[in-house]
């Protein structure tokens, strides 16, 4: 069929003179003229691969409500640390499911340096030491209360609960962590930290900044993964940032980078790449963003029910990330984003 009318010279005529002649489309009619000019490209260097740990042995437990996700025992972790490393994903980064009966008002078994992160860190190191490991620093892993610093009443002690953060950040890179993340949001805990490690001899210890991390509903299931959500009293809003502010994040990390942060953190990504851009493109660190595990769940679960293409949006996902300036993001997607990126 001739779709063609007499009308078509006109057309044309009228859209080289609205152009100037410019057909944008001549960029994107193949997929090497697509490739050539990407303004954007996502790599396995971009990529922090989230692993949760448990106590025990054998296959790992999956995780609910994050499908495809499982806790890991430490030999587990072990074996992700070499797919990590075959895969050419440059860190992994460490989260515990603590037993329930090891959690109390404090927090104390952050301390303990036979705690799951420290000897997942320690093994990992002994295994595969050419790939970084990143720890968490937050206390709601290992408090009953299920909040990230010390509790008193209905309050979070600030200065208490970065006393016992800079004591868990040391123990944690004794074992063997390369990159402390605090995570908790507490007043001053950079300085306290960067000070602690110092003090240790641990000056090599990178520091990423979780600086603008929001009260969000999209930490759910990771709440679900540690174990921390049926344990949380009320919620977290005095300490996790107010959803509607980007001047305050970017007074957050600025203050986090003047305490000593090599690099910031985002948290959650999707919904805040406007901050991730602001603080990429003003502060002029590197700034990464944290996949969550709402977000992850939400196209997994989409693409589980046929909504859409489950590999699809996770590449484009990520190179929302990219785009907006993200030096890199921690995703539960790594792995499966690092052996589609090595098959191409």
């Known amino acids: 069929m001739d779709h063609r009318s007499d009308a078509l010279p006109l057309i044309s005529e009228r859209i080289d003179a609205v152009t100037g002649g410019l057909r944008m489309r001549r960029l994107r009619q193949a997929d090497w003229t697509r490739r050539l000019v990407r303004e954007t490209t996502l790599g396995v260097d971009d990529l922090i691969w989230p692993i949760f740990v448990r106590e025990g042995d054998g296959d790992g437990e999956p995780v609910p409500s994050m499908p495809g996700v499982f806790r890991l025992s430490v030999a587990g972790c072990v074996e992700a640390a070499r797919q990590a490393r075959d895969l050419g994903i440059p860190v992994i980064a460490l989260f515990p499911y603590t037993d329930p009966g090891k959690r109390d008002e404090t927090g104390s078994e952050a301390l303990n ?101 929001y009260a969000s509903a999209f930490y759910g299931p990771f709440r679900d993964a540690v174990g921390s959500g049926v344990m949380l009293r009320g919620d977290k809003r005095t300490y996790q940032m107010d959803y509607g502010n980007s001047e305050e994040a970017l007074r957050e990390a600025a ?73 890199g993001i921690l995703s539960y997607f790594s792995p499966r984003v690092a052996a589609h990126l090595k098959a191409r």
């Open 113 to 213: 340096e036979g705690n799951l992160v420290c000897r997942a860190s320690r093994a990992i190191k002994s295994a595969v030491p050419e790939v970084g490991i990143l720890c968490d620093v937050a206390l709601d892993p290992y408090t009953s209360h299920g909040h990230d610093g010390v509790m008193q009443g209905d309050r979070i002690l600030n200065d208490e609960s970065v006393d016992m953060l800079c004591r868990q950040a040391v123990v944690q890179a004794q074992s063997g962590c390369d990159i402390i993340g605090p995570s908790d949001m507490m007043d001053g805990r950079v300085a306290c930290i960067r000070g602690a490690l110092d003090s240790a001899g641990l000056r090599d210890t990178l520091i990423m900044a979780y600086s603008a991390k």
């Open 255 to 327: 203050q986090d980078i003047a305490e000593g942060a090599d690099m910031i953190m985002v948290k959650p990504g999707m919904p805040y790449l406007d901050i991730v851009g602001r603080l990429s493109r003003e502060l002029g660190v590197p700034t990464f963003a944290y996949q969550t595990s709402g977000e992850y769940s939400m196209i997994m679960a989409a693409a589980q029910n046929g909504w859409l293409d489950g590999e699809k949006a996770m590449l484009e996902s990520l190179g929302g990330f990219k785009r907006a300036g993200a030096a």
